[in-house]
């Protein structure tokens, strides 16, 4: 974990958040987060779909986003309430 993966070697799963950027003439993007669509460019790249503006991205290169530390966030634990010490 932790390498870019090149397109042509493996694509991401299907929208399953990943980090990725594109290679352009030999300049590479900046690095966003989105989630392969399944369809192709017109060029040699994927679509990523992108929450910034409802637009797509185009990419290269990918990499899986790291685990997170610790549990899972659980909203109900954090919602009950703490007993009164008397």
């Known amino acids: 974990m932790g390498n870019w993966i090149d397109i042509s070697d493996e694509l991401p799963k ?4 990943v980090l990725f950027c594109c290679d352009i003439d ?11 669509t399944g369809h ?9 779909e992108t929450i910034r503006d409802d637009d797509w991205s185009p990419c290269t ?9 610790g549990p899972k966030y659980n909203p109900v634990m954090e919602c009950k309430p703490v007993p009164q010490v008397k």
């Open 14 to 17: 299907q929208n399953e958040e």
């Open 26 to 36: 030999g300049e590479f993007t900046s690095v966003s987060l989105g989630w392969y």
């Open 40 to 48: 192709k460019t017109l060029g040699r790249a994927i679509v990523m």
């Open 61 to 69: 290169h990918w990499m899986a986003l790291p685990k997170t530390p």
